[in-house]
T-cell receptor, first 111, second 110 residues
Framework: DAGVIQSPRHEVTEMGQEVTLRCKPI?????LFWYRQTMMRGLELLIY????????DSGMPEDRFSAKMPNASFSTLKIQPSEPRDSAVYFC?????????FGPGTRLTVL | GQNIDQPTEMTATEGAIVQINCTYQ??????LFWYQQHAGEAPTFLSY????GLEEKGRFSSFLSRSKGYSYLLLKELQMKDSASYLC???????????FGGGTRLMVKP
């Protein structure tokens, strides 16, 4: 299995631009998680899905952030408009049991 | 709310043993996980405890005491490649949602 796939791996954008991060979970996994990691705040859960349905989005920082999972093999996290404080590494993870498997992450820099 | 505490940094010597502690206060408990994260990489799963006691897996062991809200990760025969951050995470309820501690950055010196 290829593991969790994320794209792009690096993204540099200017403040105010729309950013879309993509994730393909491991086939057969029915849970998908989006995390954000910064030095100051550590690893934070933003939102998670079960069977493509959003279960808990209480970690989404504000309305500028949105996430979708149109099917079992694809999810997006969108930031519109982006701000410099959104700069972080964004991880996607998936599981069908106890262990969450993380993708390589997207390093986002907002100038 | 959920509160998970672990030391920020630790230093140890190659070949030695190191214990990384984690204490937690959560609204429920349904398992404790340890992850390893090398700089610039994704977290990778190390261990999982849901019952009290010690789980051993090669050079790594993890201990849990639910009554004390306490866990530790024990690394034996330290190697330079063990230099990484170690993240403690608690699953408070069913549903696989994890809350992570801030991580402990371990530096292994020759």
């Amino acid at each position: 299995d290829a593991g969790v796939i994320q794209s792009p791996r690096h993204e540099v954008t200017e403040m105010g631009q729309e950013v879309t991060l993509r994730c393909k979970p491991i086939s057969g996994h029915d849970y998908l998680f989006w995390y954000r990691q910064t030095m100051m705040r550590g690893l934070e859960l933003l939102i998670y899905f079960n069977n493509n349905v959003p279960i808990d989005d209480s970690g989404m920082p504000e309305d500028r952030f949105s996430a979708k999972m149109p099917n079992a093999s694809f999810s997006t996290l969108k930031i519109q408009p982006s701000e410099p404080r959104d700069s972080a590494v964004y991880f996607c993870a998936s599981t069908n049991a106890d262990t969450q498997y993380f993708g390589p992450g997207t390093r986002l820099t907002v100038l | 709310g959920q509160n998970i505490d672990q030391p920020t940094e630790m230093t140890a010597t190659e070949g030695a043993i190191v214990q990384i502690n984690c204490t937690y206060q959560t609204s429920g408990f349904n398992g404790l996980f340890w992850y390893q994260q090398h700089a610039g990489e994704a977290p990778t799963f190390l261990s999982y405890n849901v019952l009290d006691g010690l789980e051993e897996k090669g050079r790594f062991s993890s201990f849990l005491s639910r009554s004390k809200g306490y866990s530790y990760l024990l690394l034996k025969e330290l190697q330079m490649k063990d230099s990484a951050s170690y993240l403690c995470a608690v699953r408070a309820h069913a549903g696989n949602m994890l809350t992570f501690g801030g991580g402990t950055r371990l530096m292994v010196k020759p």
